[in-house]
């Protein structure tokens, strides 16, 4: 699911960098972006790697499985942003809003 709609999303010329725990599903992903265009896809292959390739304003999508999942890669995330943003208050707020929605969608699943 997730390879798919970072695939839709470069198809549609919009640069997308893409990060999986399992590092064949990256190198899978960028084969399939080769293939199918030459498309606009960055492979990351640590959380780090992924942050720093994003450019501000950062638009983050998690596609995972369960709860506890959900819950480490937020964590993981916000750890790593903090020495991103220069304003503590606001990125609070936006990663708190983020944690609700992707709560609201994994218990609406």
């Known amino acids: 699911m997730g390879q798919n709609l970072a695939l839709n999303i470069a198809e549609k010329g919009f640069p997308i960098s893409v990060y999986n725990r399992t590092t064949s599903i990256v190198d899978e992903t960028l084969e399939r972006a080769a293939v199918e265009g030459n498309l606009p896809v ?3 292959y640590s959380p780090r790697d992924f942050i720093l390739s994003l450019r ?3 638009v ?5 499985s369960c709860h506890q999942l959900s819950t480490q890669a937020m964590s993981t995330v916000e750890n790593l942003l903090a020495a991103q943003c220069y304003d503590p208050r606001r990125r609070g707020i936006a990663i708190t809003l983020s944690f609700l929605l992707l709560e609201l969608i994994l ?3």
């Open 107 to 109: 218990s609406s699943s």
């Open 42 to 44: 960055s492979g990351q």
């Open 60 to 64: 983050l999508m998690f596609i995972v």
């Open 56 to 58: 501000p304003v950062r």
